[in-house]
C-alpha cells in the first residue's frame, strides 16, 4: 500500500511569507506526528494528533507554527511569517496505534523548507 | 527535558568489520526503542526496535541491547556492506519520540 506522502517535497519561501505544508498518512493510521531536522541534527518532535485531536504541541517553537488535522487523516503545518531559522526539513510520521502504547511510526519523505 | 545522547557522530568501518552505535536517554518513562537509517535526502526508515521489557534482539546482521538500569541502549552492525553506509539515528520514547544526533556510518570497500 501506499506509504506516508508529504508535499511539496521543496518550498523556497522568502523572509515573512506563510507557507502550509501537507501531510497525507496512512490510511486508516491514527497517530500522527510532525517532527522538524535541521541539516546534520535528528529530527525534533514538534506536535502529536490523535486523529482530529492535537494532543500535544509541546514541541512547536513559536506561535507562528501551527498544525491540524480536522478530519482526522490528512493534515497541514503552517509557519506564519517565516524566519530563516525555521529553515529544515519538515517530516510527517503516522501510526496505527493511539494512545500512549509504544509503537512504529513511518515517516514521510519530507518537505525540504528554505527561507531566504 | 528529555534528551538522547548518541555515539560516535562518525564511524569508519572497513568492509566486513564490525560496528556499534551508543546511545542514552534520559527520560525514565520511554518504553520503546527504534533505530532509524537516513540515506541522503531520504526518509528515515526503520531498521530494528526493542521494547523495555527486552534485553537484546537479533534481525539477521543487526542486533540491539538495552540496559534499562543504565539507560543505555546500543545498536551492533556484523559483516558490514558497502550500502549499509548512511546516518543512524536512534530514538527512545513512549508515544513520541526524541531522537539522537545521529551517526554517520561509512564503511569502506
Known amino acids: 500500500g501506499a506509504g506516508v506522502s508529504q508535499s511539496p517535497r521543496y518550498k523556497v519561501a522568502k523572509r515573512g511569507q506563510d507557507v502550509a505544508l501537507r501531510c497525507d498518512p496512512i490510511?486508516?493510521?491514527?497517530?500522527l506526528f510532525w517532527y522538524q531536522q535541521a541539516l546534520g541534527q535528528g529530527p525534533e518532535f514538534l506536535t502529536y494528533?490523535?486523529?482530529?485531536?492535537?494532543?500535544?504541541k509541546s514541541g512547536l517553537p513559536s506561535d507562528r507554527f501551527f498544525a491540524e488535522r480536522p478530519e482526522g487523516s490528512v493534515s497541514t503545518l503552517k509557519i506564519q511569517r517565516t524566519q530563516q531559522e525555521d529553515s529544515a526539513v519538515y517530516l510527517c510520521?503516522?501510526?496505527?496505534?493511539?494512545?500512549?502504547?509504544?509503537?512504529?511510526?513511518?515517516f514521510g519523505p519530507g518537505t525540504r523548507l528554505t527561507v531566504t | 527535558g528529555e534528551n538522547v545522547e548518541q555515539h560516535p557522530s562518525t564511524l569508519s568501518v572497513q568492509e566486513g568489520d564490525s560496528a556499534v552505535i551508543k546511545c542514552t536517554y534520559s527520560?525514565?518513562?520511554?518504553?520503546?526503542f527504534p533505530w532509524y537509517k537516513q540515506e541522503l535526502g531520504k526518509r528515515p526508515q526503520l531498521i530494528i526496535d526493542?521494547?523495555?521489557?527486552?534485553g537484546e534482539k537479533k534481525d539477521q546482521r543487526i542486533a540491539v541491547t538495552l540496559n534499562k538500569t543504565a539507560k543505555h541502549f546500543s545498536l551492533h552492525i556484523t559483516e558490514t556492506q558497502p550500502e549499509d553506509s548512511a546516518v543512524y539515528f536512534c530514538?527512545?520514547?513512549?508515544?513520541?519520540?526524541?531522537f539522537g544526533t545521529g551517526t554517520r556510518l561509512k564503511v569502506l570497500a
Open positions: 510520521a503516522s501510526s496505527l496505534v493511539a494512545g500512549l502504547a509504544s509503537m512504529e511510526q513511518y
Open positions: 490510511s486508516g493510521h491514527v497517530s
Open positions: 494528533f490523535q486523529n482530529e485531536a492535537q494532543l500535544d
Open positions: 527520560d525514565s518513562a520511554s518504553n520503546y
Open positions: 526493542i521494547r523495555s521489557n527486552v
Open positions: 530514538a527512545a520514547g513512549t508515544y513520541k519520540y526524541i
